[in-house]
């Protein structure tokens, strides 16, 4: 099914080699969406598929948590949500199911809680204001990606922390075991691979030549990339990329090189999609969705634009959380250790 999908998707592509569409938000907080609703994908290696329907789990829980261990769900979901707040790239997760727990009771009702849960990644990518319960997820075709994670909080009276995560991210199947499942399914790619790289670029040119936005956008990085074969059109290989703000007008004549984004709260950001033709040397449609700034209050007068630094993967956290991570997977964005041990370079 997904192959005849994938060369219908590709046709209507290649008919529609034209400006991006910026799907903008309906509020500062929702955005509107292209995507459609999915399942996980199911292997014998992979956690349960999950229906369209949300999980028993996730339903009748308290917002609050506590040391009850039969509100462990709230918990997890509550851990959940720290690690989607405090990712700095790639997709925000979803709790598929909490796996085992542990609670450590102390004096005055307070507790530790260690729990192990399953995740799914959701289609929303981290700079998405949508909370991860209201994100599609990938269909197995599309190559999703899933993660399971430990974690520790503690909580203190009404109060609750998460003191520490260590997770393993992977896509599920492998490359390898889909090979023998679905040879028509697509191959997950290196998200630095050449060719991805190159489509990313001719991508982020044809938006920044065809779009009516007042500054030019950078790329902020490469989210996902796929390569598969279509008869008759051959080798086609599928990008999603994430460009921020900078702080050059659009009609500026110098270069886009020297062009610095903005800080990422008073950044627009955009999600985008396409497909590159191999072959042909040519990139389709870009689908995009663009999200507001979350700081949407002006600077005085007069007033540079605030240095906040590099991206993530020119950071030091981004080479401190490569280091830590324990089965780091190149085709994905592995979800950082927390917290995470930074040594600033000399």
Not at 67 to 74: P, R
Not at 263 to 272: P, V, W, Y
């Amino acid at each position: 099914m997904w192959s005849h999908l994938l060369l219908v998707l590709l046709c209507c592509a290649l008919d529609l080699l034209g400006a991006p569409s910026v799907s903008p938000p309906r509020s500062p907080s929702t955005s509107t969406s292209t995507s459609t609703s999915s399942s996980p994908p199911s292997s014998s290696s992979s956690p349960p598929s999950s229906s369209s329907s949300p999980s028993p789990l996730l339903s009748d829980a308290p917002s609050t948590v506590t040391c009850d261990k039969a509100h462990v769900t709230t918990a997890a979901r509550f851990g959940v949500r720290v690690i989607d707040e405090k990712r700095k790239h790639g997709f925000k997760f979803k709790l598929h199911e909490v796996q085992s727990s542990k609670y450590q009771q102390l004096s005055d009702g307070n507790c530790d809680i260690h729990v192990d849960v399953a995740l799914v990644q959701t289609k929303c990518h981290f700079t998405n204001p949508k909370p991860e319960d209201q994100c599609d997820l990938f269909r197995q075709g599309e190559r999703g990606t899933w993660a399971t994670c430990a974690i520790k909080l503690s909580v203190r009276g009404k109060a609750a922390t998460v003191t520490r995560y260590e997770c393993i991210t992977k896509p599920e199947p492998t490359n390898d075991e889909l090979f023998w499942m679905r040879p028509d399914f697509p191959a997950l790619l290196p998200l630095d691979d050449p060719t991805g790289l190159k489509a990313v670029d001719k991508a982020v040119l044809k938006f920044n030549k065809e779009s009516k936005l007042q500054h030019y956008f950078a790329l902020m990085e490469v989210a996902h990339v796929t390569i598969g074969s279509v008869p008759t059109r051959g080798t086609i290989t599928w990008i999603m990329f994430a460009l921020v703000e900078t702080n050059c007008p659009r009609e500026a004549t110098h270069t886009f090189a020297p062009c610095t984004p903005l800080c990422l709260d008073r950044a627009q950001h955009l999600f985008c999609e396409t497909f590159y033709f191999n072959f042909q040397d040519k990139v389709g449609e870009l689908e995009c969705e663009l999200y507001l700034p979350k700081e949407l209050s002006s600077l005085p007068d007069g007033d540079p634009e605030p240095d906040c630094g590099p991206l993530f993967h020119q950071s030091p956290e981004f080479y401190a959380c490569k280091a830590q991570l324990s089965h780091p997977v190149p085709t994905v964005h592995n979800i950082c250790p927390f917290p995470l041990k930074v040594v600033l370079r000399s």
